[in-house]
T-cell receptor, first 115, second 114 residues
Framework: AQSVAQPEDQVNVAEGNPLTVKCTYS??????LFWYVQYPNRGLQFLLK??????LVKGSYGFEAEFNKSQTSFHLKKPSALVSDSALYFC?????????????FGTGTKLQVIP | NAGVTQTPKFQVLKTGQSMTLQCAQD?????MYWYRQDPGMGLRLIYY???????DKGEVPNGYNVSRLNKREFSLRLESAAPSQTSVYFC?????????????FGPGTRLTVL
């Protein structure tokens, strides 16, 4: 069974500082990994994904994520946080060897960027 | 493009009532999904449809039924609503065919069952 963990319910960071939102995963094979963002009263929006190749993935709005196979992690990062980045962030994993079209989502991390 | 649309946006039901949540996408995607979002639990898959004409159960299908009406539309029905079904429901779609395709989500339906 596949699973994903977001160990922090909330992350607070000052505007202009770098931010990291953590994600670890567990799959039986090699993973596809995703980050989504949810603004209040909205649906999830896709930020970036890891398929294969370069471990550093760049996505929308200046976000990037680093895939670390040995640590089974896929942390979301941004060099300089904006107040407008405040939202709920979800990590998701899909096992590429499975035949079941299912994505497992983490429980979400609320990012608060303080002016 | 409207993307993924859902109706209604809000609904209040009494226990035992039935209702259908509607979802449509205009991106010509093959796969569609229904999720529920509850505090502290992330998103849980209720049902999905890999392609037109097929539907399969997800993680939490009990108390729900779905219909893939055509390639664009995927509806979720609650036959006899229960308070445990109070949640925010999201419909999503993806191109399908490859497991690395990202999903596109609708704005959600906030359902309260009294």
């Amino acid at each position: 069974a596949q699973s994903v963990a977001q160990p922090e319910d909330q992350v607070n960071v000052a505007e202009g500082n770098p931010l990291t939102v953590k994600c670890t995963y567990s799959v039986s094979g090699n993973p596809y990994l995703f980050w989504y963002v949810q603004y209040p009263n909205r649906g999830l929006q896709f930020l970036l994904k890891y398929i294969t190749g370069d471990n550093l993935v760049k996505g929308s709005y200046g976000f990037e994520a680093e895939f670390n196979k040995s640590q089974t992690s896929f942390h979301l990062k941004k060099p300089s946080a904006l107040v407008s980045d405040s939202a709920l962030y979800f990590c998701a994993v899909r096992d590429r060897t499975g035949g079941y079209q299912k994505v497992t989502f983490g429980t979400g991390t609320k990012l608060q960027v303080i002016p | 493009n409207a993307g993924v649309t859902q109706t209604p946006k809000f609904q209040v039901l009494k226990t035992g009532q039935s209702m259908t949540l509607q979802c449509a996408q205009d991106m010509n995607h093959n796969s569609m999904y229904w999720y529920r979002q509850d505090p502290g639990m992330g998103l849980r898959l209720i049902y999905y449809s890999a392609s037109e004409g097929t539907t399969d159960k997800g993680e939490v299908p009990n108390g729900y039924n779905v219909s893939r009406l055509n390639k664009r539309e995927f509806s979720l029905r609650l036959e006899s609503a229960a308070p445990s079904q109070t949640s925010v429901y999201f419909c999503a779609s993806s191109e399908g065919g490859a497991y690395y395709n990202e999903q596109f989500f609708g704005p959600g339906t906030r359902l309260t069952v009294l």
